[in-house]
């Protein structure tokens, strides 16, 4: 029986400014009948301020307790290990760590950096890593969808500093198994009790299962003919968070009649 | 028997414009004892012109027929396949390319492209290979030596976007097999009559032999402590090229005597 989903953001609830059609109805449906919803993302090019705000001018309810974000997860592991990080992100989410020391950087953080990932900031990044220096990622997706247009996301840049510098990545929001654990002890579930609803069959859907949670890849956002059988692991699949949302509650009806 | 030289450039006869010391009489000396020399890079900085000037400055003497670069054998293949190439290559050596026709490309080359790997063209050559176009590399290096830094090759990006795409690049020149054994054609001999003298563990030595020639990795250029333990081929080490020289005389004394 399903008592939660954990849903992806962009391009399951919203494409840029555009609402998924039915998006809106659907998540307050499922909160009505009482599924417990948190909101994972891994997008690193707002805050999590921003991406609560942004949400809620779409027409979506949900609380801050219910949002989860790679970045935010990043943060936390970076101060707990009181390390100094050279930050490869975006600078509309710097903000989120700037109370970090960052002279002399013994870390290396690779977020979703848009026009900062260039040669010399990359090369800096690089020349760290081979010096040992711990690399972290926030999130590994390959892309994303803006617009109409796929724009790489950083996954692909982390691979790159991976491969350079021969080392492995600690990756901080999805499709880090940690990061799903960490999600569901904020519901209280079991992880087979859980529907992870998303775009991205690597990112979301193979991630959430390699945790113990179910997935649910919709055909929206940066979804790809054939997605579905990139993975071996058995997954539903579904139009839109609409029909995710509809099955979802389909296999919650002996708790809610 | 060792009846050939196949030599790496960049670290292995000079770094920047310093000549490794004794480089310049070692190859004058196994070109008088008769071992055929084949100079092979994947640098893809400068013309194949200017390499030939440039070594012929430091004072090495070679012919022109004797230099196998990755650039020529990239262009090579796109011309014989009749493929419009997305260009992602250092502003030097555009002029090699600039016969291919590049309107509308239906390919993507990834060199050393230095600054011209920022996120929009880099977006751009993600975008054509998600579109199915073929993914070309010029070498699949991890980083090399410039001065006294290490600095991002290709090899890096191409995963980048190898990983992005879900494609897998053909290499031209190092490692590539294909690119040894053209080299190796060029000589009438064996493989294992050859040996190649590089200082990149993964490019020159584990490349080499896997298409069948000798590996000897110099302790000079981008070396690194331990490189020799990175790969499982059994490979001969040496402090520079002319104790690699020397080494090679030594299982070529039959010949000479």
Not at 50 to 75: C, K, N, R, W, Y
Not at 102 to 127: H, M, S, T, W
Request: hydrophobic content about 40%; some cysteine.
């Amino acid at each position: 029986m399903l008592k939660a989903l954990f849903i992806d953001l962009s391009g399951v609830l919203y494409i840029g400014k555009q609402v998924i059609p039915g998006a809106v109805s659907a998540i307050a449906k499922a909160r009505e009948k009482q599924l417990q919803l948190r909101f994972v993302t891994n997008t690193s090019r707002k805050t999590r301020a921003q991406i609560l705000a942004d949400l809620q001018t779409l027409g979506f309810s949900l609380s801050e307790q219910e949002l989860f974000t790679a970045p935010v997860a990043a943060h936390a592991w970076l101060k707990e290990k009181k390390l100094r990080p050279y930050c490869l992100i975006h600078q509309n989410i710097k903000s989120e760590f700037s109370d970090l020391p960052q002279n002399d950087p013994n870390a290396v953080i690779i977020g979703d950096a848009e026009q900062d990932f260039c040669y010399e900031k990359l090369n800096r990044a690089f020349q760290l890593c081979q010096q040992g220096a711990p690399l972290l990622g926030i999130g590994y997706n390959r892309f994303f969808k803006l617009d109409d247009q796929l724009l790489l996301d950083a996954g692909p840049f982390i691979k790159a500093i991976e491969f350079a510098a021969s080392t492995q990545a600690v990756i901080l929001g999805k499709p880090s198994r940690d990061f799903f654990l960490q999600v569901l002890a904020s519901t209280n579930l079991q992880a087979e009790q859980v529907l992870m609803i998303g775009d991205d069959i690597y990112g979301d859907i193979e991630g959430a299962i390699n945790a113990g949670l179910r997935g649910c890849l919709v055909r929206t956002g940066k979804y790809q003919s054939a997605d579905e059988n990139k993975i071996k692991q058995s997954h539903l699949t579904a139009d839109s968070i609409v029909e995710a949302v509809d099955y979802a509650l389909s296999k919650n009806q002996n708790r809610s009649a």
